[in-house]
């Protein structure tokens, strides 16, 4: 079984500011790994993931994730944000040597960007 | 628009009452997902389909739940006699074999 800690409930950040969305996962097995975002009343959005290869991931809108195998962690990074950004993010992980790729899910942290 | 789509968005409910929902996936996706988020957690998986077949169900999926996909397109989740603690949203989600899943936007319940 996976779980995903995301250590930090609410991120409060200026814009233009750089950000980091901490995520770490533990596992027994390989693992795919994914960044989603909900803004607010909508549904859940992917933003970037990582199945194989280059451990460094980006999104189309800025946002990058490194695997980073030792340290079983998955951070979310932007280097200047925009108000836009405003948004919940979730961490989540699945398990890469099964047939279900069904995630577990971290709580969730709240990306709260000020003018 | 082909995204997935979950019908009603809001469901308001006396505790007692049975409650269906309904979601429609992208269309070549043969994998769909049930989940329920309450407030200030992720979703929580409930169950899953890779086609019309049932393949794995939570353990928070108890015997008032039912879930169901007949042909292999759309899916519903039935509550029976719902309880006060079923209230959250409920989400649906549908991908490739494989691959990353795509999120319905959800359907509340609130149970009174």
Redesign the interface.
């Given at each position: 079984a996976q779980s995903?800690t995301q250590l930090d409930?609410q991120v409060p950040v200026f814009e233009e500011a750089p950000v980091e969305l901490r995520c770490n996962y533990s596992s027994s097995v390989s693992v795919y790994l994914?960044w989603?975002v909900q803004y607010p009343n909508?549904?859940?959005?992917?933003l970037l993931?990582y199945l194989s290869g280059s451990t460094l991931v980006e999104s189309i809108n800025g946002f990058e994730a490194e695997f980073n195998k030792s340290q079983t962690s998955f951070h979310l990074r932007k280097p200047s944000v925009h108000i836009s950004d405003t948004a919940e993010y979730?961490c989540?992980v699945s398990d890469a040597s099964g047939?279900?790729?069904?995630?577990?899910?971290?709580?969730?942290t709240s990306l709260i960007v000020h003018p | 628009d082909t995204g997935v789509s979950q019908d009603p968005r809001h469901k308001i409910t006396k505790r007692g009452q049975n409650v269906t929902f309904r979601c429609d996936p992208i269309s070549e996706h043969n994998r769909l997902y049930w989940y329920r988020q309450t407030l200030g957690q992720g979703p929580e998986f409930l169950t899953y389909f890779q086609n019309e077949a049932q393949l794995e169900k939570s353990r928070l999926l108890s015997d008032r739940f039912s879930a169901e996909r007949p042909k292999g397109s759309f899916s519903t989740l039935e509550i029976q006699r719902t309880e006060q603690g079923d209230s959250a949203m409920y989400l649906c989600a549908s991908s490739r074999s494989g691959s990353a899943q795509f999120f319905g936007p959800g359907t509340r319940l609130t149970v009174l």
């Open positions: 995903v409930s994914f989603y909508q549904g859940l959005q992917l993931k979730f989540a047939g279900s790729y069904i995630p577990t899910f971290g709580r969730g | -």
